[in-house]
């Protein structure tokens, strides 16, 4: 306390200030957690938690309602999504960093931040009505003829390509998160010490070998960081997947199935919940959603503060 009135006056107000914002995020987000149980508080007492987990029957007909399904769709659009965000934006990050002309170092930095200015309802449309036809005409059947006969493989590409599926989502999804990936990526591998690369060529070592062994190394937090945001981004996309997804509730393993995501789900199915229960369903997703965003990204962080302490010790 002694220590506080020692403080100027401009101190404490700024230190006021400060601690309000602080606890401002903190009340948002347990208010609307709050307010998420609050409106969920019937589907929970009815179905539970692990019977609305685990049940994948959607039918507000019968007010048979379970999570099942539209989790298994945020889960492997998210991931899939990620496994083709993550080694593009990489490599574009490699490029613009250590391969890349001057010249075009600028247009296609700037090129590849436009695309996350990109509003997502834009991208829905695109998927929709140009990659979507082109994904059923040309590279769902040459994946079917590929890869359609080989064992446990060819369950993946099952089915009559429609373009409207959970591959199509993925990419549309992948496309969305890239640049967040290989923007962070390119100012993390820009901020490794130019002092350090000139010894390693000095030692005689290759390009690839001072990228793998000195840039990526060096940067791999940073990269770490951008792959922690695209990931909240791929589990909250709602209009881009709404439109090339199918919003059908089934747990399928292939990927040219239409699915459905919890928040496509939330998107599409809010204004037609005319009963209570229904109502309450949603808002369980949506709790759901919240949840399970909150804790991936939370674990996402603490192995990503603890890798920061280690390279720092």
């Known amino acids: ?64 309602f379970g999570a099942a399904a539209s989790l298994y769709g945020t889960l492997v659009t998210t991931i899939l999504a990620l496994s083709i965000a993550i080694p593009v934006s990489i490599g574009i990050a490699i ?74 989502a993925s990419i549309i999804l992948s496309i969305m998160i890239t640049p967040f990936i290989a923007s962070i990526s390119r100012d993390s591998f820009n901020l ?41 981004r791929a589990l909250g996309e709602t209009m881009a997947v709404a439109f090339v997804l199918g919003n059908k509730h089934q747990i399928t393993p292939s990927l040219l199935d239409a699915a459905a995501t919890i928040t496509v789900t939330l998107a599409n199915e809010f204004t037609e919940a005319d009963s209570d229960i229904y109502l309450s369903s949603l808002f369980y997703l949506a709790l759901i959603l919240f949840l399970l965003s909150f804790t991936v990204l939370a674990i996402a962080k603490y192995f990503l503060l603890k890798a920061e302490k280690h390279y720092q010790r």
């Open 1 to 64: 306390m002694k220590k506080i009135r020692n403080l100027p006056f401009a101190d404490i107000v700024f230190g006021l200030i400060s601690f309000s914002a602080a606890f401002t995020v903190l009340t948002l987000i347990f208010s609307t957690i709050l307010v998420l149980y609050n409106e969920s508080s019937l589907a929970i007492h009815k179905f539970g938690l692990l019977n609305f987990i685990f049940t994948v029957d959607w039918d507000p007909v019968r007010e048979i």
């Open 95 to 168: 490029f613009l960093t250590e391969i890349s002309p001057h010249l075009l170092k600028t247009p296609i930095g700037i090129a590849i931040e436009m695309l996350a200015a990109i509003p997502s309802i834009i991208y829905g449309m695109w998927g929709l009505f140009t990659l979507a036809p082109i994904m059923a005409e040309y590279i769902e059947p040459a994946l079917q003829s590929a890869f359609g006969d080989i064992p446990v493989i060819g369950k993946l590409f099952e089915g009559t390509p429609m373009g409207v599926d959970l591959l199509t």
């Open 192 to 232: 490794t010490p130019d002092l350090v690369k000139e010894s390693a060529y000095a030692l005689g070592a290759t390009k690839w070998e001072v990228i793998k062994d000195i840039v990526i190394p060096y940067s791999k937090l940073g990269v770490y960081g951008g792959i922690v945001l695209a990931l909240g």
